[in-house]
């Protein structure tokens, strides 16, 4: 691995760090860099907000939007401390970066308490056997926010 990308990932890290001296949350930090600057930060804010979602990348991804002025991560990478979790992996796909480095993987993250093997167990699951059960309810109406949206001419595609 060349030393820019070590360079990105110390980056993310410091950011993880940080967070951990302020007491924000978990050991995780992001950075999302494009065309060399780094333009977006984020570190783990879970128990300092009371927001489960409030993961370093989604926080990265936050940042690097609203910095960029845009919704997708075109011709970004992103580098974050951790293997993103089944929520921040899908963050990122939504958001369309280039690429991901990550540091520590899910076996490491998990052997200190940070275990997502439960998600993707239960996105197997069908929806009545989930330990937190789906029932759909109102699909009628709801579809019509789908009718809504396809008549809609200056809806923005994404």
């Known amino acids: 691995m060349n030393s820019t990308h070590k360079y ?4 993310a ?3 993880a760090v940080k967070g951990l001296k302020n007491n924000d949350g978990g050991p995780f930090g992001c950075i999302i860099v494009k065309d060399g ?4 930060l984020g570190n783990n804010k879970v128990t300092s907000t009371n927001d ?6 989604v926080i990265a991804i936050r940042d690097a939007c609203k910095n960029l002025g845009t919704f997708q991560l ?11 979790c089944p929520m921040c992996l899908g963050a990122i796909y939504w958001a369309r970066p280039e690429k991901v ?8 993250a998990a052997a200190v308490g940070f275990d997502d093997e439960f998600i993707y167990q239960e996105i197997e699951l069908p929806y009545k056997e989930r330990n937190i059960p789906f ?3 109102s699909r009628a109406e709801a579809l019509q926010l789908f009718e809504q949206w396809s008549n809609t001419e200056d ?4």
């Open 13 to 15: 890290i410091k950011a």
């Open 155 to 158: 809806a923005k595609q994404y």
């Open 8 to 11: 990105y990932m110390s980056e």
């Open 101 to 108: 480095f990550y540091g520590s993987n899910k076996i490491d």
């Open 52 to 57: 489960p979602t409030a993961h370093a990348e």
């Open 74 to 84: 075109d011709g970004c990478t992103v580098y974050t401390s951790c293997e993103p």
């Open 37 to 40: 600057n780094i333009v977006g």
């Open 135 to 137: 029932e759909q309810v």
